[in-house]
Nanobody, 118 residues
Framework: VQLQASGGGLVQAGGSLRLSCAAS????????MGWYRQTPGKRRELVAS???????NYAGSVKGRATISKDNAKDTVYLQMTSLTPEDTAVYYC?????????????WGQGTQVTVSS
């Protein structure tokens, strides 16, 4: 299984970004795809996720500024974020959750750095 993320980088406050993550090699049923982020010394936190029924889940801190979407044909998930602030600075991780023998298994991308300058 490989999750290839792209789109991170340096962005000015008030700007926007679009992250993408392409999954490959997954042979099990995908339950959900999403994005998490982590800053030094803090736990990894959910940013947004989308499950197979299309149900969306956003962290309160990004609601109204983030849009998650996916292309099922390409097993690719996207995260569009606007009105970025320095508090959005973090390493963003792509996540794919699958079911294997009735258990949820998480796959993670390598992480992509997003830095928002003030």
């Amino acid at each position: 299984v490989q999750l290839q993320a792209s789109g991170g980088g340096l962005v000015q406050a008030g700007g926007s970004l679009r992250l993408s993550c392409a999954a490959s090699g997954i042979i099990f049923e995908i339950n959900s795809m999403g994005w998490y982020r982590q800053t030094p010394g803090k736990r990894r936190e959910l940013v947004a996720s989308i499950d197979t029924s299309g149900e969306l889940n956003y962290a309160g801190s990004v609601k109204g500024r983030a849009t998650i979407s996916k292309d099922n044909a390409k097993d690719t998930v996207y995260l569009q974020m606007t009105s970025l602030t320095p508090e959005d600075t973090a390493v963003y991780y792509c996540n794919v959750a699958v079911t294997i023998s009735r258990s949820r298994v998480n796959y993670w991308g390598q992480g992509t750095q997003v830095t928002v300058s003030s």
